[in-house]
Nanobody, 123 residues
Framework: EVQLVEAGGGLVQNGGSLRLSCAAS????????MSWVRQAPGKAFERVST????????NYADSVKGRFTISRDNAKNTLYLQMNSLRLEDTAVYYC????????????????RGQGTQVTVSS
């Protein structure tokens, strides 16, 4: 059974930083691209960032480029998202998501998502 468990969310001031983590189990983590997606209140899901299975390639939404960094530790089956210079509009529930396709390349469609962790940025 695929399990994705996010942690690290919380309340942070505008301009602050947080580091999210996602512990993965139930599949061969190193074979799949992984993504962080988020959903703000009343809004659609937004893909934030994606990393390929080996960690060599990454992609970011324009809204977070230069502020967020995605990374992974395949030995620990863990995905990370370092978020710096947080803004009010980054407030959302953040989810890690597993690519639907086993591939060494960036893949954006996902088939499993964790339960999410709340990130709230205050002024």
């Amino acid at each position: 059974e695929v399990q994705l468990v996010e942690a690290g969310g919380g309340l942070v001031q505008n301009g602050g930083s947080l580091r999210l983590s996602c512990a993965a189990s139930g599949f061969t983590f190193s074979n799949y691209a992984m993504s962080w997606v988020r959903q703000a209140p009343g809004k659609a899901f937004e893909r934030v960032s994606t990393i390929n299975s080996g960690g060599e390639s990454t992609n970011y939404a324009d809204s977070v480029k230069g502020r967020f960094t995605i990374s992974r530790d395949n030995a620990k089956n863990t995905l990370y998202l370092q978020m710096n210079s947080l803004r009010l509009e980054d407030t959302a529930v953040y989810y890690c998501a597993k690519s639907a396709v086993r591939s060494p390349y960036l893949r954006y469609n996902y088939d499993y998502r964790g339960q999410g962790t709340q990130v709230t940025v205050s002024s």
